[in-house]
């Protein structure tokens, strides 16, 4: 079976410091693992997505994803927080059976303080 | 801006109505997908449409229908409206499913309708 755990519902930093949400899969198959981002009242946004290239994967506006796969984990960092990063994250695990089945994890609410 | 377009983007109706969602894809993706998001459940999927058929279902109800007209736009219909029916509605296209061989599973979002019901 396919399941994807975000192990934090909630993550607050400091601007400036570095960022950590965490996501780990599960999956029968060989995925595709991304990282969407959701601001307030918008629709959710592609920052990153792993296919079987280089394990350690960069996005949009700073942030990085590194797919460990002995770790069965896919946990996206930022160096240094921004106030804008404020926003929902979701880790989703896609693979390919006859048709692509997606697998949203619960997401985790970053929280940015000044 | 995902290409992908939702109407309307608010709606407000009273229980026991009926309402109509839309959603038009980006250009050349067949894939259509319905999503509800809530306080309560988060994001869940509802249905997955392509190329006009009917590809899965997840966690529809009964009362809500879907489909996938010839020119790709898709249309929710959500009926005997209940309280707990209010949500962002989320439509989302992909290049596609089955063949097409660049297709890595990324989905493109629209903003979502939100629905109000009183």
């Known amino acids: 079976a396919q399941s994807v755990t975000q192990l934090d519902s909630h993550v607050s930093v400091s601007e400036g410091t570095p960022v950590l949400l965490r996501c780990n899969y599960s999956s029968s198959y060989s995925p595709s693992l991304f990282w969407y981002v959701q601001h307030p009242n918008k629709g959710l946004q592609l920052l990153l997505k792993?296919?079987?290239?280089?394990?350690l994967v960069k996005g949009i506006n700073g942030f990085e994803a590194e797919f460990k796969k002995s770790e069965t984990s896919f946990h996206l960092t930022k160096p240094s927080a921004h106030m804008s990063d404020a926003a929902e994250y979701f880790c989703v695990v896609s693979h390919f059976t006859g048709g692509f089945k997606t697998i949203f994890g619960a997401g985790t609410r970053l929280f940015v303080k000044a | 801006d995902s290409g992908v377009t939702q109407t309307p983007k608010h709606l407000i109706t009273a229980t026991g109505q009926r309402v109509t969602l839309r959603c038009s894809p980006r250009?050349?993706?067949?894939?259509v997908y319905w999503y509800q998001q809530s306080l309560d459940q988060g994001l869940q999927f509802l249905i997955h449409?392509?190329?006009?058929?009917?590809?899965a279902k997840g966690n529809i109800l009964e009362r809500f229908s879907a489909q996938q007209f010839p020119d790709l736009h898709s249309e929710l219909n959500l009926s005997s409206l209940e309280l707990g029916d209010s949500a962002l509605y989320f439509c989302?296209?992909?290049?596609?499913?089955?063949?097409?061989?660049?297709?890595?599973?990324?989905?493109?979002f629209g903003e979502g309708s939100r629905l109000t019901v009183l």
């Open positions: 792993y296919t079987s290239a280089a394990t």
């Open positions: 449409y392509y190329n006009g058929e009917e590809r």
């Open positions: 250009s050349g993706d067949l894939s």
């Open positions: 989302a296209s992909s290049r596609g499913t089955g063949l097409i061989i660049m297709n890595t599973g990324e989905l493109f």
